[in-house]
Nanobody
C-alpha cells in the first residue's frame, strides 16, 4: 500500500503564511512528479504547483510569485510554502504523487486526504 499524508493546514489571516507538508510512505520504488492541488466548495480541483524529480516546477497562474513548491527525494516528501495568502486561497489542499511501486511496474497517481487552508480575518 501507498499513503500520502498532508499536514500544516489551518486558519491564517490575509497576508500571512503557511507551509504544507506531504509524506509518501509504503512500498515505493520511485516517485516521479509530485504536486499540490486545491478545491474550494462548489469548484473543480485545480493545480497549485507541481515539481518533477529533478526539481523542475510549474505553478498555477494565481499563485505564481507567492507559493513555492519543493521536495526532499530522500524522505519522499513534498512541501508547499505559501506566502501573501489571500481569502481566495481558501480551499482543501491535496497532495498528489506519481509513484512507481516496483521496478518493472508503471507508476500510478496517488492522492492524500486533503488539508483545509482557510484565509480569513
Amino acid at each position: 500500500q501507498v499513503q500520502l499524508v498532508e499536514s500544516g493546514g489551518g486558519l491564517v489571516q490575509p497576508g500571512g503564511s503557511l507551509r504544507l507538508s506531504c509524506a509518501a510512505s509504503g512500498t515505493i520504488y520511485s516517485i516521479y512528479d509530485m504536486g499540490w492541488y486545491r478545491q474550494a466548495p462548489g469548484k473543480q480541483r485545480d493545480l497549485v504547483a507541481r515539481i518533477g524529480k529533478s526539481g523542475d516546477t510549474n505553478y498555477g497562474e494565481s499563485v505564481k510569485g507567492r507559493f513555492t513548491i519543493s521536495r526532499d527525494n530522500a524522505k519522499n516528501m513534498v512541501y508547499l510554502e505559501m506566502n501573501s495568502l489571500k481569502p481566495e486561497d481558501t480551499a482543501v489542499y491535496f497532495c498528489n504523487a506519481q509513484i512507481q511501486r516496483y521496478r518493472y511496474v508503471r507508476f500510478n497517481d496517488y492522492w492524500g486526504q486533503g488539508t483545509q487552508v482557510t484565509v480569513s480575518s
